[in-house]
């Protein structure tokens, strides 16, 4: 039986995150330098921002109310199915 706590994935979705927003801040640095600062190039770049920020907001909305201390049971050997779960 492999049982890991909840909060992992919180976790790695917060590695997510912070690669996505290192990403983001590269992309946003790189129209700067190279000074291709068009309207279509901003009008993009706010358009993922806006993506971005509608995603941290679902999910600073939906996050508060999970027991992150329960524990996930991921594979089951002891079930008697032959597949394991």
Do not use: K, R
Request: hydrophobic share 60%; with cysteine; net charge negative.
């Amino acid at each position: 039986m492999v049982i890991v706590p909840f909060y992992l994935f919180l976790a790695l979705y917060a590695g997510f995150l912070f690669v996505c927003g290192i990403f983001f801040a590269i992309n946003l640095l790189h129209l700067v330098h190279t000074g291709t600062l068009t309207t279509i190039a901003l009008l993009v770049s706010a358009l993922i921002f806006g993506a971005v920020a509608l995603i941290l907001l679902g999910t600073w909305q939906l996050l508060p109310d999970i027991g992150w201390s329960e524990p996930i049971t991921l594979f089951n050997f002891d079930s008697g199915n032959s597949l394991g779960f």
